[in-house]
């Protein structure tokens, strides 16, 4: 018996695969303890390397700094999801005017690095036009550019995958190509999406922390600043932990909240009206003649 990718495995290979994956979790396992060993046998467990999260003002700063990723974080994906929308649609225009625009500025800022593209908002801008432009959005507009062309090329992508039969059938119907977008296209395609926007959304996460290095007030900087100072004994590497955890929580709480909203849209759209009533059983009706032989019944 097989399925679509590959063959269903039988008892043998089921075995083999589960003595392979105690074997591997056996393996992380020992590199985890033999790494936090390291560190134990490094002093990095020692008190006074940690004694730094138990002051007041520096709990405060951690908060400044993970308000500052969010708010870089929420207003970027928000800017990018917008950006990729409107330039996958142009790119899947009938007008040559306006598919070819869309094409050349998607191309562009999907080949710039991003950490160009900051430095080109902040120091190309203020410098090279005299248009003065502060940390966050120089952070927040070079996120969006990148990000929302690559989810551009994820929407084209996405809309082109529902089969083509779904909008010739919505345009015998004499739907417009604008309702064919929105009512048949869109709700199928955003399905299969989901995954790849949520994988998008968490690099615009993570690359916030790019953000330090136009000294932007977020988690990394915070973390490069608080590992320095000698009075707290130089805690680089309790501080990087710290940090890894906040951002570990942050991508899971965005995975959370993307797998409700997968949930909620497997259900698909509740009804609110009652259920209609199944229609009533006929008796089965005898052909004229059928089951009488030789004159009327008794």
């Excluded at 083999?16 to 396992?29: E, S, Y």
């Excluded at 990723?69 to 929308?85: E, I, K, Y």
């Excluded at 409107?86 to 690095?113: K, M, Q, Y």
């Excluded at 399905?191 to 993570?206: E, F, G, Y």
């Amino acid at each position: 018996m097989s399925s679509v990718l590959y063959d269903i495995p039988g008892p043998a290979a089921r075995v083999r695969n589960r003595t392979l994956g105690m074997v591997g979790t056996f393996v992380v396992i020992a590199i985890i303890g033999f790494v936090l060993w390291r560190f134990y046998d490094a002093g990095q467990f020692s008190p006074r390397l940690w004694e730094w999260i138990t002051y007041i003002n520096i709990q405060y700063l951690l908060l400044d700094a993970l308000w500052a990723t969010v708010s870089a974080f929420l207003v970027a994906g928000a800017l990018s999801l917008l950006f990729g929308a409107v330039f996958a649609c142009g790119r899947l225009s009938d007008h040559r005017w306006v598919s070819a625009p869309s094409t050349l500025i998607v191309e562009l800022f999907r080949a710039v690095p991003l950490l160009i593209l900051i430095f080109i908002l902040y120091y190309g801008l203020s410098q090279g036009v005299g248009v003065d432009i502060n940390t966050f959005w120089a952070l927040v507009l070079g996120l969006m550019l990148y990000n929302g062309s690559v989810l551009a090329e994820v929407f084209r992508a996405g809309i082109n995958a529902v089969p083509r039969g779904q909008r010739e059938a919505a345009y015998a119907l004499g739907m417009r190509k604008t309702q064919v977008m929105t009512s048949v296209l869109l709700p199928q395609a955003f399905r299969s999406m989901l995954p790849t926007i949520l994988s998008q959304l968490v690099v615009v996460l993570k690359d916030t922390a790019l953000g330090f290095i136009i000294l932007y007030p977020e988690l990394l900087y915070q973390a490069r600043f608080l590992g320095s100072q000698n009075q707290l004994g130089s805690p680089i590497l309790p501080v990087a932990l710290i940090i890894a955890v906040l951002y570990i929580g942050l991508c899971l709480i965005l995975t959370g909240v993307s797998r409700l909203v997968e949930k909620r849209l497997s259900q698909g759209p509740r009804s609110g009206g009652a259920k209609p009533a199944d229609p009533e059983p006929t008796a089965p009706q005898t052909p004229s003649g059928a089951g009488f032989a030789g004159g009327a019944p008794n």
